[in-house]
C-alpha cells in the first residue's frame, strides 16, 4: 500500500479506467527498490547518491571487495536502525510521494499522525494513551528536552535551586549532554540518584526502560521525584510487553519512531503527557525550538499505517532477528572467558504475542575480563570492532556497549570478529 498525501495509491490506480496500463505504469511504476542492486547486495545506494554505502569489511565502487575479516573494522558504536533496512527494501509500496503544493506556509502539528501513535500503541499493547495528550516532536531527544524544560518551570519560584536530572548508571548518555549543552539555571544534570526531591530541590529521575546500554527494566528510586519514563526501546522485538505503560501528573512516557521503524533520520519522537499544562509547555519549546516540519510528520503517519496495516509483521521481523542475535551472541561469548555479557532479565509473558519471551536488548553491555583488556573498548577496538566505552555511561572502562541494530550481514560480520576476539 502507498499512501499520497493520505490516499492508497491502489485506490488511485483503480480510479484511471481511462489509462492504458502503459500510461498507468509510468505513472505509477511497479514498486521495486533496486538500492541494493548496483552494489552486490553488500551495501545500499541512496535515491540520488551516486555511490554505494558498503556493509562493514566490503569495499570497491560496487562493494564486491571482501576484506580480511582479521583485519577489517565493524562499528558498532552507534545505535542507527539499519536493522530495518532489508523489511523496508521489501516493502517500497510504503513509499510517501509529497505533491509540491503540499502544505506550503509554516508546519503546524498533523492530527492524523497522533490517530496512527495511538493506534500502534492499542495494537500492541505497550501504552495507554486514552485520557493523555501526545506531544510531538523531532526525534525523542527533543521531546526529552521539552520535558526537561516544561517540568523544571513548572516547579519554578526564584528560591529554588535548578532541577537535577539523574538517571541510574549505566544511563544513557545523552542525558547528561543536554544538561551540558543548555548548562542552564533551569536544570542540571546530577550524578547520583542518592537524592530526595522537595519544593525547593526539584528532581527529574530518568528512567531508561528497557534502559540503554544493559536492556534492564528500571523503575523510580528517587523520592518525590517527577519520572520520565525513556521508552525508546519498549516494543516487543527488544522485551516482552508486561503491560501497557499508565502513568499519572507525576511522569511522562516518550518512545521514538526511530527503533520502532527504523526511520531514525525522520526525527519524529513523542510524549504521552497526562498533565495538560506540562503538555502545553512541552508544545511550546517544540513550536519556538524548531516548529513543525510537515514531511516528517506525513512519513511518519504512512509508516504507521503501514505497521497497522501490516497486523504486527514489521515487528515479528525485527524480533525474529533480535532473537537470532542474542541467541549467538551467547553462543559466541560462551567459548571463552574473555568477555562476558548482561545478564538478561528474566522470560516472561509478553502480551503482544500471548507467549513467554526473555528480553533481546539493543545493545550487548559487555565486561572485559581479563587484565590485559582493563580497557574494554580500547582492547576490543584493537581487534577491529568499535563500540561506546563504559564511562560513556557513567560506568567504568571495563565495560563496552555494542550497538546489535545493524544490517543482518553486518551483524554475522560483527559476530566473525567477537569469535575471532574471545578466541584471541
Ligand atoms: C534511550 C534512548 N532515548 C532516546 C534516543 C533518541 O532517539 P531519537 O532518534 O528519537 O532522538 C535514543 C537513541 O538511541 C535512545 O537510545
Not at 495507554?128 to 523544571?152: K, N, P
Not at 511550546?284 to 499505517?305: C, F, K, M, P
Not at 574494554?376 to 565495560?399: E, L, N, T, V, Y
Amino acid at each position: 500500500m502507498t499512501w499520497i498525501l493520505g490516499v492508497r495509491i491502489t485506490s488511485l490506480q483503480h480510479a484511471l479506467p481511462s489509462a492504458s496500463s502503459a500510461q498507468a505504469s509510468q505513472l505509477f511504476p511497479s514498486l521495486i527498490d533496486e538500492s541494493r542492486t548496483p552494489c552486490s547486495g553488500n551495501g545500499i545506494r541512496y535515491q540520488g547518491d551516486l555511490t554505494c554505502f558498503c556493509h562493514a569489511c566490503w569495499s570497491g565502487p560496487d562493494c564486491s571487495v571482501q576484506e580480511d575479516i582479521k583485519t577489517c573494522m565493524v562499528n558498532a558504536e552507534s545505535g542507527s536502525p539499519f536493522l530495518f533496512e532489508d523489511y523496508w527494501v521489501a516493502h517500497p509500496e510504503a513509499e510517501v510521494r509529497i505533491k509540491p503544493s503540499y502544505q506550503e506556509g509554516y508546519g503546524w502539528y498533523q492530527p492524523q499522525l497522533e490517530r496512527a501513535i495511538r493506534a500502534i500503541h492499542a495494537q500492541v499493547g505497550n501504552a495507554v494513551t486514552d485520557d493523555r495528550h501526545i506531544v510531538i516532536g523531532m526525534g525523542s531527544q527533543q521531546v526529552l528536552t521539552a520535558a526537561f524544560f516544561a517540568v523544571s518551570n513548572a516547579s519554578r519560584s526564584p528560591e529554588v535551586d535548578p532541577t537535577k536530572i539523574c538517571a541510574e548508571t549505566p544511563y544513557y548518555n545523552s542525558y547528561p549532554r543536554t544538561a551540558a549543552w543548555f548548562s542552564s539555571s533551569l536544570f542540571e544534570w546530577s550524578n547520583t540518584t542518592d537524592l530526595e526531591a522537595n519544593a525547593a530541590s526539584p528532581v527529574i529521575q530518568v528512567m531508561t526502560s528497557p534502559n540503554n546500554p544493559d536492556g534492564s527494566m528500571r523503575n523510580k528510586t528517587v523520592p518525590g521525584a517527577f519520572g520520565i519514563y525513556d521508552h525508546a526501546y519498549y516494543w516487543p522485538h527488544f522485551t516482552p510487553i508486561s503491560a501497557a505503560v499508565e502513568y499519572g501528573d507525576e511522569d511522562i512516557a516518550v518512545f521514538t519512531l526511530s527503533k520502532l521503524t527504523g526511520h531514525a533520520g525522520s526525527r519524529i519522537g513523542w510524549g504521552i503527557v497526562k498533565d495538560p499544562k506540562l503538555a502545553e509547555m512541552m508544545q511550546t519549546y517544540i513550536v519556538g525550538d524548531s516548529g513543525y516540519v510537515q514531511e516528517n510528520q506525513l512519513r511518519a503517519t504512512h509508516l504507521l499505517h503501514h505497521a497497522l496495516a501490516d497486523q504486527g509483521g514489521l515487528l515479528a521481523y525485527a524480533r525474529e532477528h533480535m532473537e537470532h542475535r542474542w541467541k549467538v551472541l551467547h553462543e559466541v561469548v560462551s567459548k571463552s572467558s574473555r568477555l562476558s555479557l548482561q545478564a538478561l532479565g528474566q522470560a516472561q509473558l509478553d502480551k503482544w504475542t500471548g507467549t513467554v519471551r526473555s528480553p533481546s536488548p539493543a545493545y550487548a553491555w559487555l565486561h572485559c575480563n581479563e587484565s590485559k583488556d582493563q580497557d574494554c573498548h580500547a582492547a576490543m577496538m584493537a581487534g577491529g570492532i568499535i563500540g561506546r566505552p563504559g564511562s560513556a555511561f557513567g560506568a567504568d572502562s571495563s565495560f563496552n556497549r555494542l550497538e546489535l541494530l545493524m544490517q543482518p550481514a553486518v551483524f554475522e560480520t560483527l559476530a566473525a570478529k567477537l569469535e575471532l576476539f574471545v578466541n584471541g
